[in-house]
C-alpha cells in the first residue's frame, strides 16, 4: 500500500488557489492514501468570525470537497484532509474522507487548540474507523495528539493507520506521535503545514512542518524538514498493525484492564 503526507505552505484565504497547489502535488504520482494538512485550503489564524463565515464550507457539497473527489477520481486513491466545516448549528475544524467513489465521511476536531476556541464548536461526531479496502484508517486532527485516549479509542476499533492533519506550532508531537503507535501497534501519518501567520492583532504563529509517517513498532520511516513543500509517499504492509504482541507473553489489548483504570 502506497501512503503519503502533503506538506506546504497553505495562503490565508486563498481557497482555490490553496486547492489547486495540493492537486498540482497529489497529481504528480500515484498513492492509495494521502493525508494533507489541518484547514489546508483557508489557513489557520482567523481573526474574526466574518471570515470563518465566509470560508467554511458545507461537508460534503462545499467547493473542497468536490475538488477532493475529482482528485480521488483521477488518481485512483484515498484522501484525508482538513478544512473549516460549516454547518447548521456552528462552525467545526473538520477532516473529510475522500475516496474514488466519492465522500465517505468526516471527523469534528474534538479537543480544539488555543484561538481555535473562539471561533470553533468542539467536534461531536466522536472517533469513528473507515475500511476503505486495503486498511482501515481513523481520524484525528492536530492537538487530539496530547490526549492519548483519542489514539487508544481508534485503535481499540481496529484502525490500522491513524491519519493526522495538522497545523502544528509546539514542538512536542512528532516524538510523541512515535509513543501513539507504539502503545497501540498502528502507523501514523501526520500531515503539518509550514510556514508563518501573522494576522491583525494576533500573535505571529510558526508552523514546524516535520510531517512524518510511523510504523507499529516506533520507527521513524521518515520526517520532512521545516521548511519544505513535498508529497512524501512510501510503500507499507499495514498487516503490520494487526500484530498486537509486544512480547510472546505480552499483547498489548488483551493486557488491559479496564476495571482498575476507573477513578475513584
Known sequence: MKIGVLQFQPKFGKVEMNVNRAEEFLITTSWDL???????NTGYQFIDRKELEHQAELIPNGYTTERLI?????????????????????????????????????YRKVHLFYEEKLWFQPGDKGF???????????LMICFDWIFPEV????????????????NLVLPYCPDAMITR????????MTANRIGTEKRGDRNELHFIGQSQIVDPKGNLLFRLKADTEELKVIKIDPAAARDKWLTTHNHIFKDRRPEVYALE
Open 34 to 40: 494521502a493525508v494533507l494538512p489541518e484547514l489546508f
Open 128 to 138: 469513528r474507523v473507515y475500511d476503505i479496502g486495503m486498511a482501515k484508517i481513523g
Open 70 to 106: 475529482r482528485i480521488a477520481q483521477r488518481q485512483q486513491g484515498y484522501i484525508v484532509a482538513g478544512i473549516a466545516e460549516k454547518a447548521t448549528e456552528g462552525f467545526y475544524n473538520s477532516a473529510v474522507l475522500i475516496g474514488p467513489q466519492g465522500y465517505l465521511g468526516h
Open 151 to 166: 489514539a487508544r479509542t481508534l485503535a481499540l476499533q481496529g484502525a490500522d493507520i491513524l491519519c493526522q492533519p495538522a
Open 181 to 188: 503507535a507504539i502503545e497501540n501497534r498502528v502507523f501514523t
